[in-house]
């Protein structure tokens, strides 16, 4: 099988390289609870270094797509969502 490193979407895996410094700031912000912005033009990996760093830290997360959201009922909707996912994968545990 082909293997693909430089994917269309988001790059994991294999396909998710470098970055360490970032990582570990990231990763040091997580446990501080500090909060961070990434902030970068479109196409230079910010949700893949999230998610790379949040599958690292081992810590339950999850995702809300908040992109073609169009009124409050439907943020409110995905947000409910998203902690009912992140419930379940407490429950879990």
């Given amino acids: 099988m082909l293997k693909q490193y430089f994917p269309q979407?988001?790059?994991d895996g294999e396909a998710f390289i470098g970055r360490k410094r970032e990582i570990e700031w990231l990763l040091k912000n997580i446990s501080s609870g500090c909060?961070?912005?990434l902030l970068a033009p479109r196409r230079y990996g910010k949700t893949s270094l999230g998610?790379?760093?949040l599958n690292?830290?081992?810590i339950p997360y999850a995702?809300?797509?908040l992109?073609?959201?169009v009124s409050a009922e439907?943020?409110?909707?995905?947000i409910i969502e998203g902690a009912q996912s992140?419930?379940?994968k407490f429950i879990k545990k």
């Fill in 51 to 53: 998610l790379h760093t």
């Fill in 63 to 65: 995702e809300i797509n």
């Fill in 86 to 88: 992140l419930l379940r």
């Fill in 67 to 69: 992109q073609l959201i």
């Fill in 35 to 37: 909060h961070t912005l």
């Fill in 74 to 78: 439907a943020v409110e909707k995905k």
């Fill in 9 to 11: 979407g988001i790059a």
């Fill in 56 to 58: 690292k830290s081992h």
